[in-house]
């Protein structure tokens, strides 16, 4: 069940939903009930996923982005765009970052960046990013 909420919070904070997975995947490594090892694939998987819901959701945001339900304010998409523009693919390795990262993997699929190259850099990104979160609880807990 511990496996299934991870995911469901790794997956979710990595889409346009406020949602944050860092405290959950922390909470587990305190309880030292599960695999690290199976907590980091876990995390990262869910992770990198919803960023490919991100990428799906930039290739089809011509016919989304007028929806009122859509979470992202034009503000937000011109940002990203800049940012993405300025550095191309390798600001990808900044989609483990609040605020900016889940936009950035929206325009990766706005200027239809290469699915496989995306996949790879953003899967680099997320699983640091969850490695670090594990240097942190070793470095603060033992």
């Known amino acids: 069940m511990a496996y299934l909420f991870l995911f469901l919070s790794a997956f979710g904070a990595a ?14 490594f305190v309880l030292k009930q599960h695999s690290v090892m199976a907590l980091l694939i876990v995390a990262t998987v869910g992770n990198v996923l919803g960023s490919c819901v991100n990428w799906w959701l930039g290739v089809k945001i011509e016919y989304l982005k007028h929806k009122k339900w859509f979470p992202v304010s034009e503000n937000q998409l011109e940002k990203a765009q800049n940012i993405y523009h300025r550095y191309g693919f390798y600001s990808l390795l900044l989609s483990w970052l609040p605020v900016i990262g889940d936009p950035i993997t929206l325009i990766a699929g706005v200027l239809k960046e290469s699915f496989w190259r995306f996949l790879i850099v953003v899967s680099l990104a997320k699983a640091g990013r969850y490695c670090f979160i594990y240097l942190l609880y070793v470095g603060v807990i033992n």
Do not use: G, K, N, R
């Not at 889409?15 to 587990?28: D, G, H, I, K, R």
């Open 15 to 28: 889409t346009l939903l406020p949602l944050q997975s860092e405290t959950v995947l922390f909470s587990l």
